[in-house]
């Protein structure tokens, strides 16, 4: 099997210019918990997630209460938590290092990605375009297919 074979094509992704609570009202919405982010010209740019979006100061929930000074921002290892729970627009927040894959790639480079990488998620590229999506609910999907199709043979 290899990564077209279990890709979700239905994607949701979120503009890079979107604001923090956009984002959030677009996972709630699709009930995912995180989605690609692209340019205007819908080119992948990203990563956003539950995870990036969930610790913010609007709610009390920014990673440290010390972190809320603004002298923070002084120190590389403080200022990116500070930063993530005060920024306004996903761009400021997303992952931009982001791992992906073609959909000619084997199914287990894709596993053994996302488990390197421990990321749950792993956008499928095509002539520079994201064409798909790979879960980990993707192959546990193609898990449950396999063994249902092996028991009705």
């Known amino acids: ?5 279990v890709m979700s094509t ?3 992704t979120i503009p890079a210019d979107a604001t923090i609570v956009a ?3 677009i996972l709630l919405e699709h009930h995912i918990s995180g989605a ?7 080119g992948l740019v990203g990563i956003v997630t539950e995870g990036d979006l969930f610790r913010r100061c609007e709610i009390g929930t920014e990673p440290d209460p010390l972190q809320r000074s603004p002298g923070c921002l002084l120190y590389p290892e403080t200022a990116r938590p500070f930063i993530k729970s005060h920024a306004q627009k996903v761009k400021e927040i997303m992952t931009c290092d982001v791992v992906r894959v073609f959909e000619d790639t084997p199914l ?8 390197l990488k421990k990321i749950k998620r ?8 994201i064409v798909g999506i790979v879960s980990r609910a993707d192959l546990l999907r193609a898990l449950v297919g396999t063994a249902e199709t092996l028991r009705t043979d």
């Open 1 to 5: 099997m290899k990564a077209s074979d």
């Open 10 to 12: 239905a994607l949701v």
């Open 23 to 25: 984002a959030a009202r």
């Open 36 to 42: 690609p982010v692209v340019n205007d010209e819908g």
């Open 108 to 115: 287990p480079r894709v596993a053994a990605l996302l488990d």
């Open 122 to 129: 792993m956008p499928i590229m095509r002539d520079g375009k």
